[in-house]
Every structure is written in structure tokens, then in C-alpha cells.
């Protein structure tokens, strides 16, 4: 389990690292008409998701390392990942919409 969530970790700050020198990656974005992209900020959106994607990746790997070390059961283990999971993604889907149109 202890590889598992540590590879979950480090997929989630690669895809922040590439989503931010790539914003193609992100969801729908490539396939939006040149007006459409036009309105976006994908400079904030990008950084925001490369961000998100980050502190929720090294938060899954700390607190893995954590629950190792206090040998925590398998069950509170996969609970405590999905909640960390679960809250970051939430957090940057909220924040993208936020500032996602050029005013």
C-alpha cells in the first residue's frame, strides 16, 4: 500500500509540473475553438491547476510516510488519501472556475 499511495504522489506533481508548461492536458481545453480559448486566463488556470495538483501530491506522499510510521491500519490509511485526494481536486476545480474568464 505504502508504494501505491507513493506513486499516486508523484504522478499527481508530475501532472502538475507538466499541466503548467502544457496546458493542452487539461480537460477540454484542446479542444476549444480559438475564440473560446481567447476568453480563458490560461495562465491563472494553469498555475492554479500545476498548484492544486502539487500540494495534493506531496500532502498524499507526507502523509503516507506518516501513517508508516505510526503503522496505521490499511482502512484508515486508504481513508485518510481519498479525503486529501478528494479536497484537493475539489479545491481546484472551485478555484479554476473562479478565475478562469478574462474580465
Request: proline fraction near 1%; hydrophobic fraction near 50%; include cysteine.
Amino acid at each position: 500500500m505504502l508504494i501505491a499511495f507513493l506513486i499516486n504522489g508523484l504522478i499527481l506533481i508530475v501532472a502538475g509540473i507538466l499541466v503548467k508548461y502544457n496546458p493542452n492536458l487539461l480537460a477540454g481545453y484542446n479542444t476549444l475553438s480559438k475564440e473560446k480559448k481567447k476568453e480563458i486566463n490560461i495562465e491563472k488556470v494553469s498555475t492554479i491547476a500545476r498548484n492544486s495538483l502539487i500540494i495534493t501530491g506531496a500532502l498524499i506522499i507526507d502523509s503516507t510516510c506518516i501513517m508508516y510510521i505510526l503503522e496505521s491500519s490499511e482502512i484508515t490509511q486508504i481513508t485518510i488519501i481519498s479525503i486529501i485526494l478528494i479536497t484537493g481536486l475539489l479545491a481546484m476545480l472551485i478555484l479554476v472556475n473562479r478565475v478562469s474568464k478574462i474580465k
